[in-house]
T-cell receptor, first 113, second 114 residues
Framework: GNSVTQMEGPVTLSEEAFLTINCTYT??????LFWYVQYPGEGLQLLLK?????DKGSNKGFEATYRKETTSFHLEKGSVQVSDSAVYFC????????????FGKGTLLTVNP | EAGVVQSPRYKIIEKKQPVAFWCNPI?????LYWYLQNLGQGPELLIR????????DSQLPKDRFSAERLKGVDSTLKIQPAELGDSAVYLC????????????FGPGTRLTVL
């Protein structure tokens, strides 16, 4: 079945540091890949997505590239802010008999001023 | 445009009591999902509806959990009786035919069973 493996947290950075959160996946077919963000006390929000190999999703300074050869979708940001503190979830959707989002366990990011 | 609405936001009950959660999806979204999110984990699908039909309930513990979406719009998820292990966040999401794989999530209901 489908699965997503995320870098374990928590991750603590200083403001303006570079962020990488690793994500790898196992899936049949050609899944779509997502990063969701969950701020304290709020629901999940879609941060970015990529639907095919070599696509790059980007939003709010965050980027991730769909790498089929390494089955990865790592999240990066060049300069984090305190307001980026949240839990980040990598997820995939492959349709067919797996018509659902499959999530990783989440990575807690704390950015200190 | 209003997002996915869930109520209540928080619920505390004693074990063996019943509890119900309500979800109103984004207007026009025919697909509705209920997810369970345990502490420190990613959400896991409980049930998916296409309009009023439950098309995937394979992960729903049917001995104590039930769900309905009678008119194909809002939905209710029920637990009866609740157990200590049911303490978690229950998330509702919806999507439309036009964006099949983009789901929009509500804020969730945090359930605490004492």
């Amino acid at each position: 079945g489908n699965s997503v493996t995320q870098m374990e947290g928590p991750v603590t950075l200083s403001e303006e540091a570079f962020l990488t959160i690793n994500c790898t996946y196992t899936a049949t077919g050609y899944p779509s890949l997502f990063w969701y963000v969950q701020y304290p006390g709020e629901g999940l929000q879609l941060l970015l997505k990529a639907t095919k190999a070599d696509d790059k999703g980007s939003n709010k300074g965050f980027e991730a590239t769909y790498r089929k050869e390494t089955t990865s979708f790592h999240l990066e940001k060049g300069s984090v802010q305190v307001s980026d503190s949240a839990v980040y979830f990598c997820a995939l959707f492959s349709g067919g008999s797996n018509y659902k989002l499959t999530f990783g366990k989440g990575t807690l990011l704390t950015v200190n001023p | 445009e209003a997002g996915v609405v869930q109520s209540p936001r928080y619920k505390i009950i004693e074990k063996k009591q019943p509890v119900a959660f309500w979800c109103n999806p984004i207007s026009g979204h025919n697909t509705l999902y209920w997810y369970l999110q345990n502490l420190g984990q990613g959400p896991e699908l409980l049930i998916r509806y296409e309009n009023e039909e439950a098309v995937d309930d394979s992960q729903l513990p049917k001995d104590r959990f039930s769900a309905e979406r009678l008119k194909g719009v809002d939905s209710t998820l029920k637990i009866q009786p609740a157990e200590l292990g049911d303490s978690a966040v229950y998330l509702c999401a919806s999507s439309s035919r036009e964006t099949l794989n983009e789901q929009f999530f509500g804020p969730g209901t945090r359930l605490t069973v004492l």
